[in-house]
């Protein structure tokens, strides 16, 4: 099947329920399927990828916040699977975490998700089942809430950043799955690079236009560093939680895995140009999107934009919040000895063989062990993060967001993946408001699959 912008663009909007508060869902059918499209350009063969509904990314789901999201997941996939729904304050029963919130989905069966949408803002899904093959084979699409109230905007983008790993000669994409080299170095890193499945992607706007951009970083564990070129923005949201003020982007800024930054752009590039999403890696800069000017827009240049609506979230008591800390040691050239693994002491080199890198707190993660914690409901937690390690991780807690410290203790912005680069240590803090088992890990998928896995219990 050939797959162009055009269909990606038709499916979607057929997706697209809009309406009042607490009226719209998105019903309907998820089928993971193995599928061929045009992943290269027209000059290679098509790529086999495995993903929902024969799209790479799958289709946009875009609901009203306090919705209901109803979607039978059918599995057509060689391999069992599951959904989760990345940043969504769900019931715990419906996050879709294969060997802890369900049983993985087996080929020919299906799974009936249900559940509500609290908070507006840019979410994701994606399969959590053997996720750092899933992910990379195509299994992700953009999850959408909207707001109650429009943006003074003239349009909006939904863009999905990626990486691929592709073997040019096969046009196929590299079966090294579980590669030593990216379960213990910076994971799996792709050679191609698209949004929205497209390698340079390219959009129509006009001279002062303003437009809301909507970045998702799908990779596996490729931190895009970006900036503006022919635009001025705003970063406005942060995994989809509004920021208290509207962030000028100066310079450049970061992507981590499965984060997302909801920017606000104004298009200051001349007619015949293009404004840009730059991607920078080392001293270069690519397009990651262009958007090419053709004409002027009827309306001037706006004023700065306003902070969107906040969504209510229950805020920390430092004071009281319980003080938990997790250790990230191991990896490639991270000098770590050896660690717990199924209950007994083993060294790095027994880890090694079985394919474990990784280590928190002196544990190879999992599921099956004990929780970091056990929290009670309503609690709050403190928990201090320290990346011992070489490489840079996007810690992700499933079910709650939490708020990034600043060094003078404040609570900065609400996310859902933080970033931590090699020898930083960062303090989050949460109300554990959302009963249930809920994952926290690291978004490099390689690193989960070796160890950087663990998970809290709120009662
Ligand atoms: Cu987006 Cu446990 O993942
Ligand atoms: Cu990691």
């Known amino acids: 099947m050939k797959l162009n912008r055009r269909q990606l663009l038709a499916t979607g909007t057929a997706f697209a329920v809009l309406g009042a508060k607490g009226a719209a869902a998105a019903p309907g059918g998820l089928n993971a399927r193995v599928a061929d499209v045009q992943l290269l350009p027209e000059n290679y063969g098509q790529t086999r990828i495995w993903d929902f509904e024969g799209m790479a990314p799958g289709p946009e789901i875009r609901v009203a916040q306090g919705a209901r999201v109803q ?72 999850l959408i809430i909207e707001e109650p109230d429009l943006l003074d905007i003239d349009h909006e983008e939904v863009l999905i950043l990626d990486d691929w790993l592709i073997d040019p000669d096969t046009a196929q994409i590299a079966d090294t799955f579980g590669a030593m080299h990216d379960l213990s170095h910076a994971g799996r890193l792709g050679n191609y690079i698209t949004t929205n499945g497209t390698y340079n992607l390219s959009k129509p706007v006009k001279r002062t236009e303003r437009l809301r951009l909507r970045l998702i970083n799908a990779a596996n564990a490729r931190v895009f560093q970006l900036a503006l070129d022919g635009l001025d923005g705003w970063i406005v949201a942060v995994d989809g939680m509004p920021l208290a003020q509207p962030r000028q982007v100066e310079g450049s800024f970061l992507l981590a895995p499965a984060q997302r930054i909801d920017l606000i752009v104004d298009v200051t590039a001349d007619t015949g140009g293009a404004g840009h999403i730059l991607h920078l890696d080392r001293n270069e800069s690519f397009s990651q999107v262009a958007f090419e000017v053709a004409g002027d827009s009827a309306r001037s240049r706006r004023a700065a934009p306003r902070p969107l609506p906040p969504n209510v979230h229950a805020m920390p008591d ?70 011992e390690t070489a490489f840079p991780h996007a810690m992700h807690l499933h079910g709650m967001h939490f708020h990034e410290l600043a060094p003078d203790g404040s609570l900065g912005p609400l996310r859902d993946t933080t970033l931590l680069d090699r020898g930083e240590v960062r303090d989050i803090a949460f109300v554990a408001d959302n009963p249930g088992k809920w994952l926290l890990h690291c978004h490099m998928l390689s690193h989960a699959a070796s160890g950087m896995m663990t998970w809290i219990d709120v009662a």
Do not use: C
């Open 71 to 142: 979607k039978r997941l059918m599995n057509d996939l060689p391999d069992a699977t599951s959904a989760h729904w990345h940043g969504i304050r769900i019931d715990n029963a419906m996050d879709g975490v294969a060997g802890l919130t369900q049983d993985a989905i087996a080929p020919g069966a299906s799974f009936d998700y249900d559940f509500i949408v609290p908070d507006a803002g840019t979410y994701w899904y994606h399969a959590h089942n053997r996720s750092f093959e899933q992910v990379a084979r195509g299994l992700h699409g953009a």
């Open 318 to 387: 430092l004071a009281e919040a319980r003080g938990l800390a997790l250790l990230m040691e191991g990896g490639a050239m991270g000098g770590m000895r050896g660690g717990m693994m199924g209950g007994r002491m083993s060294s790095m080199r027994d880890m090694m063989q079985s394919g474990n890198f990784w280590a928190f707190n002196g544990s190879v993660g999992g599921m099956d062990g004990a929780p970091l914690a056990t929290l009670s409901r309503g609690e709050t937690v403190r928990l201090k993060i320290a990346n």
